[in-house]
């Protein structure tokens, strides 16, 4: 009786068994594993030499294929899915890791899940570091050195300076060639001087600095930006100074000659007609126009005619108001009557149209000073968010449209969060900045003057405002 019992359960429990191992594989995905990841790149617990690597892993799947939409692609516990920066296919996927998303330097991890049309899932985590290295394939620059190219700028210099002396020697043994008669038929176009040379030269600063930069090690993480910094101000400072200086000088021009055409139209009032006036005016001036006006009045004694020796006396002075005054008085001179009239009646519009003009900059400094203050303020509030962003975390990028959710295949259903960094997120205001002091200073110059060139003083103002102040404030 015992013998028979016992039987009975162990057949009642083989049965259970058979039907489970059959309800089992008529199940879907059952099986030894028939979906797995292979980790690519880099590889469990190996070492990357930069901070934006690639990560990739392959599809081996021996009952179907895998869903793309269903692959979920997880970096330091942020789901970068649906960052854009992923590609996923049914074999295979990666990730580049973008810029504003680099990785920490030292340990980080990466998770991959994945679904096949069958309905099985395959997940795996692995370990890696991130640990670049000075100087390294990141540097475009990399095997140059700042001795090394002040050697060739030196070089292709001399090589040129000997040619040019070469060729000044040659003239002066079979011609009757100086420095001096040349220059003074040719002279030096003032381009040369506050344009092209300077940016000549802040080409080489600018290899010079990012060579160095790259090189060395221990600087800041804005080093470059610095470097951009110094390039520009070579560059653009010549430049700006003399806009400036051309645009006081227009001003001082413009002022001077409405008072001698005053002077004018009283000795024309007199009897004296406009070449003499000028002949005579000419022996007393000694204010901006003396020089203008001496060359006129020799040419006057030679036998010019006044209309044209007028209009060459001020194209040097490159005011478009003192060019049409001119103009219009040597139209008159030319045809004649009551010129004394027109003189008179251009110097008073002249004079009357400077005073406004020197009103209206007298009035335009207050906006300026409005665009100054709020520049500032822009950057007390950068400076509020960068010092209170350690105490949030990471900055949340997910405002701009970089986060969507996933699918429904996915086997988090998470929503993509892309954040920066503290150290990125100081380094691109920093840049922003930057950029806004230029693009304000152009503002100021087009609002203020008509011309943007105008304004590059106040652009190299702001901009070495902004990097002194992060210098200060953030120095590393």
Excluded at 13 to 35: D, F, K, N, Q, W
Excluded at 63 to 75: A, C, L, N, R
Excluded at 285 to 312: M, S, Y
Aim: charged share 15%; proline share 5%.
């Amino acid at each position: 009786m015992r013998l028979l019992t016992f039987a009975l359960v162990v057949g009642l429990v083989g049965l259970t068994l058979v039907g489970s191992i059959a309800r089992a594989s008529a199940e879907p995905g059952a099986g030894p594993h028939p979906l797995t990841i292979v980790i690519d790149s880099p590889k469990p617990d190996a070492t990357v030499p930069t901070e934006t690597p690639t990560l990739s892993a392959t599809f081996v799947d021996t009952v179907s294929t895998v869903v793309p939409s269903s692959v979920v692609v997880i970096v330091d516990g942020l789901n970068v899915t649906a960052s854009g920066d992923v590609n996923a296919t049914a074999t295979s996927v990666s990730y580049h890791v973008p810029p504003v998303l680099k990785l920490r330097i030292g340990a980080n991890n990466a998770t991959i899940t994945a679904s096949d049309a069958a309905g099985n899932t395959a997940k795996v985590f692995w370990n890696f570091t991130v640990a670049p290295t000075s100087g390294g394939a990141g540097n475009p620059l990399s095997g140059l050195k700042p001795t090394t190219v002040l050697l060739y700028v030196g070089g292709v210099a001399a090589a040129a300076g000997a040619v040019v002396g070469g060729y000044i020697l040659f003239l002066k043994m079979t011609t009757r060639f100086t420095l001096r008669r040349y220059f003074a038929t040719h002279p030096v176009q003032k381009d040369y001087l506050v344009l092209y040379l300077p940016l000549v030269a802040a080409f080489i600063v600018l290899i010079v600095g990012l060579s160095y930069v790259y090189s060395a090690s221990g600087l800041p993480g804005n080093a470059i930006d610095y470097v951009f910094i110094v390039a520009t101000f070579v560059a653009l400072t010549p430049w700006g100074i003399d806009a400036r200086r051309e645009l006081a000088r227009s001003r001082a021009y413009e002022r001077a000659f409405a008072q001698f055409l005053f002077e004018m139209a009283d000795a024309m009032r007199g009897g004296i007609d406009p070449a003499k006036a000028l002949v005579e005016l000419a022996k007393t001036h000694t204010n901006i126009l003396a020089k203008n006006l001496r060359i006129a009045a020799d040419q006057i004694r030679l036998g010019r005619p006044f209309e044209a020796i007028l209009r060459e006396m001020v194209a040097p002075m490159r005011s478009r108001l003192i060019s049409r005054y001119a103009g219009l008085i040597a139209d008159a001179s030319a045809i004649g009557g009551e010129t004394s009239l027109v003189v008179y009646r251009a110097a008073k519009d002249m004079d009357d149209f400077v005073k406004i003009e020197e009103e209206r900059e007298k009035q335009l400094t207050l906006p300026v000073a409005v665009i100054y203050i709020a520049f500032a303020v822009l950057m007390a509030v950068l400076f509020s968010l960068l010092y209170i962003a350690p105490s949030l975390g990471t900055l949340n990028l997910s405002f701009i449209g970089a986060s969507s959710p996933l699918s429904s295949g996915s086997a988090t259903g998470a929503t993509v969060v892309p954040k920066i960094s503290i150290p990125v997120l100081t380094e691109r205001f920093f840049e922003l900045m930057l950029i806004n002091g230029l693009g304000t200073g152009a503002i100021i110059g087009a609002f203020t003057e008509g011309r943007a060139r105008y304004g590059i003083v106040h652009s190299l103002g702001l901009v070495a405002a902004t990097a002194v102040a992060f210098l200060i404030l953030f120095p590393t």
